[in-house]
C-alpha cells in the first residue's frame, strides 16, 4: 500500500467513529503525520462540535512539529462559518505545509474554496487518495447534497416463504421473524442514522417505538405516515423517548391535539408521488440517512419510485404460509452474513 492511502486509509477507520453522531455534518477522518510517524488524529465531534482537522491539530502535544508535518483528512476542509469557523483557516494558521485529501466536498459552501484557500496560502495539496472509498464512507452526506435528498436504507425481515408480516394477528405487537441478536444489530443501526419512518398499517399492527433499546446511542427522529390521523396517540410512537414528526394530510388539526415539545405535524400532498415527496420532507428537515422500516406497502412504494440506495433484508428460519409478501426488487448483493440461523443480505441500488 502506497505512505498516502495508508493514512487516508487510518483517516477512513477513525471518521467512522463518528457514526451516528455528527450527522447533518459528515464523519470526517483526520490523522498529522511527522517524518513517518502519526502525532495527532481525530474524528469529527457531535454536531455543532469541532471538525476532524480541529480534534487532531487540538491533539498534537508539541504544535512546533505542525511547521514539518503533513495532514491527512478524507474530506476537503472546509472554508466558511458554520456552527464552527473554517477547518482551512486553522490548517494555515498553524502553517502545516502538505495537505492530503480523499475527495472533494461537494457541498456548494466549499466545492473547492478550501482547496483554493490553503494553496493561496502556500500549503500543497494533493487530492484524490482512495477517493472511491471516501465517497463511500460519506455516501450519506454526498447523497443528501447531490441528489437533495436522505439516503435511503430499506429493511426488513421476511421467513423462508418470503412473507414479512403472518396474514391475521391477535394481539397488536410484533410476530418475530428474526433472532435476538439480529433485533439487536438492528438497534445499533437505528443509533447510527438520522431517522426512522414507518406506514400507518405498522404502528396499528406492532405499535412499536422505534427506539434504540438493544444498543448504547441516541434515537432516531422517528417519522411517521399517518394519511387521516387514525393512529391513537397511546401508540407508542406518541410518548417522549423521541421526537416524533407525523406526515399527514390533515396537519391543520394539529391545533386540537396539543402537540408537545417532541410533536410535530407536516402536511403530505395526496396528489404528489408518496417516496418522492417523504424525501423532499425529510431533506427539508436537515436529514441525511432514513431507515425505512416498513411496513410492505410502504417499502414498495420507495422501491417503485426508484428512491432507495441500501436494502437490508433478514430472513429467518420460519414459515408463515400466507401473509403479508415481502417488498419486491433487483439489485446488486453487496454481502451475504449468518446471525445464528438467521441470513442478512445487504443489496445496493444501480
Known amino acids: ?34 517524518e513517518h510517524c502519526i502525532i495527532g488524529e481525530g474524528f469529527t465531534s457531535p454536531f455543532g462540535g469541532n471538525h476532524a482537522e480541529v480534534n487532531a491539530i487540538h491533539s498534537v502535544k508539541d504544535k512546533a512539529l505542525l511547521k514539518n508535518a503533513t495532514l491527512y483528512v478524507t474530506l476537503e476542509p472546509c472554508s466558511h462559518f458554520g456552527k464552527t469557523p473554517p477547518c482551512s483557516d486553522l490548517i494555515i494558521k498553524h502553517k502545516i ?14 466545492a473547492g474554496k478550501g482547496i483554493a484557500n490553503l494553496e493561496a496560502a502556500g500549503c500543497r495539496v494533493t487530492v484524490g487518495i482512495l477517493e472511491a472509498e471516501c465517497k463511500q464512507h460519506h455516501k450519506r452526506f454526498f447523497t443528501f447534497h447531490n441528489k437533495k435528498r436522505p439516503y435511503v436504507i430499506l429493511k426488513w425481515a421476511e421467513t423462508q416463504d418470503g412473507f414479512i408480516a403472518p396474514k391475521h394477528k391477535e394481539k397488536q405487537e410484533p410476530v418475530w421473524i428474526t433472532n435476538p441478536y439480529s433485533r439487536q444489530l438492528v438497534h445499533k443501526w437505528r443509533a447510527q442514522e438520522q431517522a426512522i419512518l414507518v406506514g400507518t398499517n405498522t404502528v396499528w399492527e406492532d405499535n412499536p417505538s422505534l427506539t434504540v433499546r438493544d444498543w448504547t446511542g441516541r434515537n432516531p427522529l422517528r ?99 400466507t401473509g403479508v409478501a415481502a417488498p419486491q426488487f433487483s439489485a446488486e448483493l453487496i454481502s451475504e452474513t449468518q446471525l445464528l440461523n438467521d441470513t442478512l443480505i445487504i443489496y445496493a441500488n444501480n
Not at 2 to 26: D, S, V
Not at 97 to 110: F, H, R, S, T
Not at 283 to 300: D, H, P, R
Request: charged share 20%; aromatic share 8%; glycine share 6%.
Open 223 to 321: 417519522f411517521v405516515l399517518d394519511q387521516k390521523l387514525k393512529l391513537p396517540q397511546t401508540a407508542n410512537i406518541y410518548n417522549r423517548d423521541a421526537e416524533t414528526l407525523i406526515i399527514t394530510s390533515e396537519a391543520s388539526k394539529n391545533k386540537t391535539l396539543n402537540p408537545d415539545w417532541n410533536l410535530k405535524y407536516i402536511n403530505w400532498n395526496l396528489k404528489h408521488s408518496i417516496a418522492k415527496q417523504i424525501c423532499s420532507i425529510l431533506f427539508k428537515n436537515n436529514i441525511n440517512s432514513v431507515i425505512i422500516e416498513g411496513g410492505a406497502q410502504t417499502l414498495q412504494n420507495f422501491i417503485n419510485e426508484n428512491l432507495w440506495d441500501e436494502a437490508r433484508v433478514f430472513t429467518g428460519t420460519n414459515r408463515f404460509g
Open 1 to 34: 500500500m502506497k505512505i498516502h492511502e495508508k493514512y487516508i486509509n487510518r483517516c477512513i477507520q477513525i471518521g467512522e467513529n463518528g457514526l451516528g453522531t455528527t450527522a447533518p455534518n459528515p464523519m470526517v477522518g483526520s490523522v498529522i503525520v511527522h
Open 97 to 110: 505545509p502538505k495537505v492530503v485529501i480523499g475527495c472533494l466536498d461537494e457541498n456548494p459552501q466549499v
